[in-house]
């Protein structure tokens, strides 16, 4: 956990950021905030681009004009040599967990140790069944390999590598896909916990409206190439934008809303008595 | 920070009781200080003691971790958070170091004890069985799609057959026709010195045609087939398995067997016979060049005397094994495709078996050949 005298700076700031795939414009000139530790979620309908905006965030994808300040870093600047501890300080999950087949979970987890640490054998091993652990997994998931992994185990492996240089930025791509409710909720609770415990800013893209109730301080929702609207989800819901509206107008809206509430109620009244 | 310029991780020892720590306490400042963990030995695990982090400018998991293993219960005494004076920490490193030492120490799985060799040797002896089970298991089923494709005509799958002919033949050509041209120059260079010592340099026409036509166009042109076509089935059905697309034609009704293997298999039966003719007819042309070039063999001559050098049974012999080979290599690489287990990695190991047991497996075969066309005297 990084010392920010300065906690409202915002850690990425995305400044006329525009993409295009061929003749498809994706991103028109669009502009975004993060602050510092807020969980900060990114949604928007499939194609409206906001994977290949978590890719450029990431230095994976080079937009064609505009600017992203990261950690104080112009991420767009950076040549390989000096993106190196620029991308120390962040995690990224992706969305099939990229955990490599060929190396146990343990070995997944202690490989940015061992690369970037001068911590001896013995200790990374700790490190990582630690972190494992963290994640909520069994201490005999260290020694399995991927393919042996349910969908849940291996989402939790993938964010225990995410995790494993202790970032200050964590970026998940839809964390809970293709888990079931139990586990999707509890890698939402571990995301909320991880948030209070390191202080962690947390970048996410999902589609999933029970993780955004339950877990985003701010979300923004992108549309025709365009943020067009940020806010707490209570914010958003008062929004007229078309966009958005899908997000509360439908059934499914409405039924994450009311478990929210739900949830929101039960929190309070645990914290009254 | 943890950006490169910030103290490393220090540890001090100020009153007899207290400990003071400096410096960034994070995951890639403190390598220097873990290096040197006997200073933590003289820690008592019973004595009531303060840990000082007024000094500390960054916590981060690990930082905590190693705080908790090295001065809150060091060794294997039972002291926790709660036995230990915290001073000058901020509330949410406080937060971090108590949920640390409420977490505890995880215990490291132990990597289940190698097999004695002689459970390995077993393991692997039957996995061999197995695969020459899943091989031969193939074969049949390949006959049995025949049999029904045969009886339903409509049914046979076109397209990817002629496909595969044009992937694993026509696309071939330019190597095999290379190789086996070179293959032909080669032997006639080699054989040249040995025939103009003896005055006997029209032999070559025997050397070459007789080595080419019998043993190295087939041998070479399946080697290349292997390479190309066998490592490409493997590859494709490998990551169809992964993909689940194999899955997904189960599912539909639609055999496997059926739909990717037979289309290859036929595809090879015969597009490997035709490579075999092409590269006899290169081989033997890299042969008459040589001659000319190097024992004053004219190409009129040469002619000539090929079709007393080599009848239609040498030619017949080297073909026949062709088809052979053919399904060799299209069932070795089926096989090891649609065995693929895991994830991509798998493919990848899949190939590579599938290239080296073809290339195995035809030279095996080529082998009993001899053995075989030596006994019919042929």
Known sequence: MADHPDSSKNVIEVRGLT???????????????????????????????????????????????????????????????????????????????????SMTVGENVGMPLREFTQLDDTLVDEISAWKIALTGLEADAVLKYPSELSGGMHQRAALARALALDPELLFLDEPTAGLDPASADGVGALIRDLRDLLGLTVVIITHDLDLLWQVADRVAVIGGGKVCGVGSMAELSAMQHVDIRPFFDTPRGRAAQQDAARRGDVQRMKEGG | ???????????????????????????????????????????????????????????????????????????????????????????????????????????????????????????????????????????????????????????????????????????????????????GVVIAFQGADQLSRYGANVFVVDLVGLSMLREFAPLVTAIIVAGRSGAAFAAQLGTMVVTEEVDALRTLGISPVEQLVLPRLLALLVVLPLLTMFADVMGVVG????????????YAVFIDRLPLAVDQGTLAVGLGKAPIFAAIIAIVGCVQGLRTRGGADAVGTQTTRAVVQSIFLVIVADALFSVAFSLLDL
């Not at chain 1, 600047?77 to 620029?86: G, M, N, Q």
């Not at chain 2, 190693?66 to 001065?71: G, H, K, Q």
Request: contains cysteine.
């Open chain 2, 1 to 183: 920070m943890s950006d490169g310029h910030s103290l490393p991780a220090a540890i001090s020892f100020s009153a007899p009781d207290t400990w003071v720590l400096s410096g960034s306490w994070t995951v890639l400042c403190i390598g220097e200080l873990a290096r040197k963990t006997e200073q933590f030995e003289q820690v008592q695990g019973s004595e009531r003691r303060v840990i000082d982090g007024s000094k500390v400018d960054a916590l981060d998991t690990v930082g905590a971790m190693l705080i908790d293993r090295w001065l809150v219960h060091p060794g294997a005494s039972r002291t926790t958070y709660a036995d230990v004076e915290w001073f000058g920490w901020t509330p949410a490193q406080d937060r971090l170091l108590e949920r640390v030492d409420k977490q505890g120490a995880c215990s490291l799985p132990q990597a289940p004890a190698r097999s004695s060799w002689l459970v390995r040797l077993g393991m692997s002896t039957a996995a061999v069985g197995g695969e020459t089970r899943a091989l031969l298991g193939l074969v049949g089923e390949c006959a049995l799609a025949f049999a029904a494709t045969v009886q339903h005509p409509r049914r046979a799958r076109w397209r990817p057959f002629l496909h595969h002919i044009a992937i694993a033949g026509l696309s071939a050509m330019p190597i095999v026709g290379l190789l086996s041209l070179l293959m």
């Open chain 2, 287 to 298: 042969g008459m060049l040589m001659a000319r070039g190097r024992l004053n063999v004219d």
């Open chain 1, 19 to 101: 993409t295009r795939f061929g003749q498809h414009l994706v991103h028109d000139a669009l502009d975004l905030e993060v602050r510092h530790a807020e969980t900060f979620a990114i949604v928007g309908g499939s194609g409206s681009g906001k994977s290949t905006l978590l890719r450029e965030m990431i230095m994976l994808h080079r937009p064609d004009a505009g600017t992203i300040r990261m950690l104080d870093f112009n991420v767009l600047e950076l040549d390989e040599e000096h993106a190196v501890p620029l991308r120390r300080r962040i995690g990224v999950m992706f969305q099939q967990g990229g955990l490599f087949a």
